[in-house]
């Protein structure tokens, strides 16, 4: 299985790359913020727990967001891999992740990160708040989400690279040669493991 984490601050383009991803390499795509907003839409009960941290700019508590994942992988044990795009967040939920992997004789496969700066993440994240209307997507709010990405999420990238794993992609530029440095990446993996 290909198991690869799409990391990067909010803003960076992971969302737009994973779907680009997942036609290419035929992977399945599971982004645990689109789930949580479609269980806030919903209005069920992990919804109405979840919306109080989304809405504030914080993370959703380890516990729950794992509770998600590990369903995930018990229900599509047949896949070629996944693409786990906002997940793991945490170095909790990193460790939580890598031993379940080991359970199943799985593990990470390759962590890609998208690199953009804080000023293009604002104006990309006030453009998409206006475009969407997602309630995250205000100035005030992003600015928390920066900061719970600095201090919670970005001690990630020395985890992954401990672990040989951590791959920087330059997030600016046109989508098309963003992705084209991601596909060079993951076929030059693909190569190494033939
Ligand atoms: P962005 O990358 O733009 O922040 P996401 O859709 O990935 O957008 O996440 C939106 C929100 O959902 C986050 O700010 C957070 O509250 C919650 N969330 C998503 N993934 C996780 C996670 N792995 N752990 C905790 N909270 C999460």
């Given at each position: 299985m290909f198991n690869l984490v799409l990391f990067g601050p909010p803003g960076s383009g992971k969302g737009t790359h994973a779907i680009r991803i997942k036609e290419k390499y035929n992977l399945f795509h599971f982004s645990t913020g689109e789930y949580l907003r479609a269980e806030i839409n919903n209005k069920t009960e992990l919804g109405l727990r979840a919306k109080e941290f989304i809405n504030k700019g914080n993370l959703v508590p380890d516990d729950l967001?794992?509770?998600?994942?590990?369903?995930?992988?018990?229900?599509?044990?047949?896949v070629n891999g996944f693409i786990l795009d906002g997940f793991p967040?945490?170095?909790?939920?990193?460790?939580?992740?890598?031993?379940?992997?080991?359970?199943?004789?799985?593990?990470?496969?390759?962590v890609l990160s998208l690199v953009v700066d804080e000023d293009e993440l604002m104006k990309r994240l006030i453009k998409r708040g206006e475009e969407t209307g997602r309630h995250d997507d205000n100035e005030a709010i992003i600015k928390r989400r920066?900061?719970?990405?600095?201090?919670?999420?970005?001690?990630?990238?020395?985890?992954?690279?401990?672990?040989?794993?951590?791959?920087?992609?330059?997030?600016?530029?046109?989508?098309?040669?963003?992705?084209?440095?991601?596909?060079?990446i993951i076929d030059a993996y693909f190569a190494n493991i033939k």
């Open positions: 967001v794992f509770e998600i994942i590990e369903s995930l992988i018990e229900k599509h044990k047949g967040r945490t170095i909790i939920q990193a460790e939580q992740l890598d031993k379940a992997q080991t359970k199943i004789n799985e593990s990470v496969s390759m920066f900061d719970v990405y600095n201090r919670q999420t970005s001690p990630l990238i020395e985890y992954y690279k401990n672990q040989d794993k951590y791959y920087e992609i330059y997030g600016l530029g046109s989508v098309d040669s963003i992705f084209g440095r991601i596909t060079n």
